[in-house]
Nanobody, 118 residues
Framework: EVQLVESGGGLVQPGGSLRLSCAAS????????MSWVRQAPGKGLEWVST????????HYSESMKGRFTISRDNAKKTVYLQMKSLKPEDTAVYYC???????????WGQGTQVTVSS
């Protein structure tokens, strides 16, 4: 059974930090590009960041660049999102996504809530 399980969300004050994790199972993790996507209340999905299969390349949405860092540990089958200098507008449900472009296959996690508020 394919699973992507996010964790690490919660309530944090503006300017604070959080580290999200996404643990994968049930598929060959190394084959997949991993991404974080978020959805703010009442809004659509917003791409946050992507990391290639070996961590060699990372990409960020402009508004997150310099504040968020994506990384992965293929031995642990886990992808991370380190977030700092959080703003209220970062409040959202954060999802991790696995994608193997060669066969156009995607998997999504169930999401973890991040709330930035004083």
């Amino acid at each position: 059974e394919v699973q992507l399980v996010e964790s690490g969300g919660g309530l944090v004050q503006p300017g604070g930090s959080l580290r999200l994790s996404c643990a994968a199972s049930g598929f060959t993790f190394d084959d997949y590009t991993m991404s974080w996507v978020r959805q703010a209340p009442g809004k659509g999905l917003e791409w946050v960041s992507t990391i290639t299969w070996n961590g060699g390349n990372t990409h960020y949405s402009e508004s997150m660049k310099g504040r968020f860092t994506i990384s992965r540990d293929n031995a642990k089958k886990t992808v991370y999102l380190q977030m700092k200098s959080l703003k209220p507008e970062d409040t959202a449900v954060y999802y991790c996504k696995a994608r193997w472009g060669l066969i156009n296959r995607e998997y999504w996690g169930q999401g973890t809530q991040v709330t930035v508020s004083s």
